[in-house]
């Protein structure tokens, strides 16, 4: 334990994903030792962060107005829906060029343990979408460790009740245990390519 501030900074960046309590030490001596000039600049962008940045009202995806840049694209296909974990994932998806429908954004995966069930996702806003819609196919693109798949579960069930909408998930060929933003385009994009029906 340090003394006052400094322990605080650890404290903080600890909380941060991915990041450890060693990493988060680490990045305190870095700027402990930082020019005030360059610790001003993260400052900034941090104070900012929150202040341009709302999430898409239809998709739940960051934008920066009330709808995103492809709820706003006439072109998508308006029928299917690729529900994924996080905005990051949407980008990940985007970048194989294989899909030109729609996102959902549940905003995590559920995991009981962290006490993230259905009621903290948005899966409501999904129901309401597919209800007032004509959708015919939702991809479930959750990544393939424990919790998505059981996020994957959850939303076949979910959504078992809906006449004529087909939900398929992505193909194999994706890592187990991964993330799918860490996915290559090439993979991530056969394994839409080669999605199966639940
Ligand atoms: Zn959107």
């Known amino acids: 334990m340090y003394e006052g501030v400094v322990q605080d900074l650890i ?6 994903p991915g990041v450890g309590p060693k990493s ?5 001596f870095h ?3 930082t020019d005030p000039v ?11 962060v929150k202040e341009g940045v709302q ?7 960051v934008s920066e107005q009330p709808t995103c840049r492809i709820c706003r694209d006439e072109r ?3 029928t299917v829906i690729c ?5 990051k994932d949407v980008l990940a998806v985007e970048r194989t060029r294989e899909f030109k429908g729609r996102y959902h954004v549940l905003g995590g995966a559920l995991d009981p343990l962290s006490g993230i069930g259905p009621e903290q996702l948005r899966m409501r806003e999904l129901l309401k979408r597919i209800g007032a819609a004509d959708i015919s196919e939702i991809i479930i693109a959750t990544d ?10 959850y939303l076949v069930r979910m959504l078992r009740d809906f006449p004529g909408l087909s939900v398929t998930r992505l193909a194999s060929g994706l890592p187990m245990g991964g993330d799918l933003e860490f996915a290559d385009e090439l993979t991530l994009g056969r394994a839409l390519s080669g999605r199966r029906a639940l």
């Not at 360059?38 to 900012?48: A, N, T």
């Not at 999430?55 to 995806?61: K, Q, T």
């Open 11 to 16: 404290d903080e960046l600890g909380r941060l």
């Open 24 to 28: 988060a030490q680490r990045i305190a």
């Open 31 to 33: 700027l402990l030792a």
């Open 38 to 48: 360059d610790i001003g600049r993260l400052q900034d962008v941090l104070g900012k």
């Open 55 to 61: 999430f898409c009202e239809i998709c739940g995806n």
């Open 76 to 78: 998508r296909d308006l």
């Open 83 to 87: 529900v994924v974990e996080e905005p």
């Open 144 to 153: 393939p460790n424990t919790e998505g798949e059981a996020t994957a579960t």
